[in-house]
T-cell receptor
Framework: AQKVTQAQTEISVVEKEDVTLDCVYE???????LFWYKQPPSGELVFLIR??????QNEISGRYSWNFQKSTSSFNFTITASQVVDSAVYFC??????????????FGQGTILTVHP | GAGVSQSPRYKVTKRGQDVALRCDPI?????LYWYRQALGQGPEFLTY????????KSGLPNDRFSAERPEGSISTLTIQRTEQRDSAMYRC????????????FGPGTRLTVL
């Protein structure tokens, strides 16, 4: 069975600080996908990024960056120069690319990020 | 284009009543997924469809829960004889291709069972 752990339940920062959200996953499969979703106060789930298990290159998109390390089974998310609008619950998720469980997303518990002005 | 839509957005019902939750996926998306999200938790998988075929229903909690997607587009999740423990956010997602593509979520239906 797959498992995703987001050990940080809540993080509070002041605007313009950098913040890293941790995600650790468990799977026996060698082919899988990792995701980050954002749930703002309005409640919808917004897709941020998808990475496959064969691509360990770090990715940067504006103030967002992601660090994927298979050696530690981690897929961490960093927000640089945080803004109040970044306040949300962030979910890390995993899906398999084969077998009977493929396609299903397994989510972590989420990390509540609060950015204070 | 339009995203995934769900209706109703909020549903309050009394224990013992049946409810039907509707999901309209992004046009052309083959795969459709249902998840349930309790307060303070991440979404948990319930079931999914490729076209009209239900591929996996292993996440449905019990036989009071069922889902269908008869024409490969709109899907309905039905909960019979609702119980208070069924109260949660029910989320639908769709993806263009089966299994390996990104899932895009709808706004969810907040179900409250009194």
């Amino acid at each position: 069975a797959q498992k995703v752990t987001q050990a940080q339940t809540e993080i509070s920062v002041v605007e313009k600080e950098d913040v890293t959200l941790d995600c650790v996953y468990e799977t026996r499969d060698t082919t899988y996908y990792l995701f980050w979703y954002k749930q703002p106060p309005s409640g919808e789930l917004v897709f941020l990024i998808r990475r496959n298990s064969f691509d360990e290159q770090n990715e940067i998109s504006g103030r967002y960056s992601w660090n994927f390390q298979k050696s530690t089974s981690s897929f961490n998310f960093t927000i640089t120069a945080s803004q109040v609008v970044d306040s949300a619950v962030y979910f890390c998720a995993l899906s398999l690319a084969g077998g009977t469980s493929y396609g299903k997303l397994t989510f972590g518990q989420g990390t509540i990020l609060t950015v204070h002005p | 284009g339009a995203g995934v839509s769900q209706s109703p957005r909020y549903k309050v019902t009394k224990r013992g009543q049946d409810v039907a939750l509707r999901c309209d996926p992004i046009s052309g998306h083959v795969s459709l997924y249902w998840y349930r999200q309790a307060l303070g938790q991440g979404p948990e998988f319930l079931t999914y469809f490729n076209y009209e075929a239900q591929q996996d229903k292993s996440g449905l909690p019990n036989d009071r829960f069922s889902a269908e997607r008869p024409e490969g587009s709109i899907s309905t999740l039905t909960i019979q004889r609702t119980e208070q423990r069924d109260s949660a956010m029910y989320r639908c997602a769709s993806s263009l291709n089966p299994n390996t593509d990104t899932q895009y979520f709808g706004p969810g239906t907040r179900l409250t069972v009194l």
